[in-house]
């Protein structure tokens, strides 16, 4: 039983580093909708005043052998700092408590993890990390040398959204879905190489609850899910321009 959980809990970090990914005629070419989108999430220059955010919240992870329950918290810092905390119960499965700590410093990752074992971030999920940023990678995606092309439209949820493919000088391609009604992201789609899970698999990362926070639509509700697992965080508390040292990012 305890392998399968470790199975299956191999995910979590790979969650936590694909929300920082942490769309009305296709006559509008993707930058239009880029602006858009960042004009409805409250404009370039209030996020462009953003330097940091402490999010927390509680977690659920769905698995085959079962539903864990925890917490989480969230540490961004501009440009592309990031440290994901996760803390669960698997008294039930025969884990105990769990604890995930991802931590991003802009150049490396490292992962504190009491079950799996500590780890380097290498590979496709650095790379998708380093392409990140606060609060957003869609406000200098184009001075980090990533192209954007509008791909279609799909149904997400009850409305339409536009696809955007995002391809970086390195590391996975994203697809980016903005609601053609709200233009807020609502959901990214990664593949991405996990040496842990067997090989690539994909990573969707859907968002809602959209609340007003500082003037800035922040996403209450994450819901992230691959071949093995569910993961669905809801935030309670978010804080920005907090103060945080850099040491929080680093690799203890």
Do not use: C
Request: charged share 20%; aromatic share 6%.
């Amino acid at each position: 039983m305890r392998a399968h959980v470790k199975k299956q809990l191999h995910g979590v970090a790979l969650f936590t580093a694909l929300v920082l990914w942490a769309v009305p005629s296709l006559s509008q070419t993707a930058d239009e909708i880029i602006e858009k989108h960042l004009a409805a999430a409250g404009g370039r220059a209030v996020l462009s005043k953003l330097t940091s955010r402490i999010a927390t919240g509680t977690i659920s992870i769905t698995t085959p052998v079962g539903e864990l329950k925890g917490t989480i918290e969230v540490y961004n810092k501009k440009p592309n700092k990031n440290r994901t905390l996760i803390k669960v119960d698997a008294t039930a499965l025969g884990g105990g408590q769990i604890t995930n700590d991802q931590r991003f410093d802009g150049t490396a990752g490292y992962v504190v993890d009491s079950f799996n074992g500590n780890r380097t971030i290498t590979g496709d999920q650095l790379e998708a990390m380093k392409n990140g940023g606060f609060p957003t990678p869609l406000l200098t995606y184009k001075d980090a040398g990533v192209t954007a092309a509008l791909s279609g439209r799909e149904k997400v949820g009850a409305n339409e959204a536009y696809v955007i493919r995002f391809t970086p000088k390195s590391g996975p391609g994203v697809r980016v879905f903005i609601d053609s009604q709200t233009f807020m992201v609502v959901k990214t789609i990664i593949t991405v190489n996990v040496p842990q899970l067997g090989g690539p698999i994909d990573q969707v990362v859907e968002f809602s609850d959209f609340r007003d926070v500082d003037g800035i639509k922040v996403p209450y509700t994450t819901r992230s899910s691959n071949s093995l697992q569910t993961t669905t965080a809801i935030l309670n508390d978010v804080k920005h321009n907090a103060q945080i040292d850099d040491s929080l990012f680093a690799k203890p």
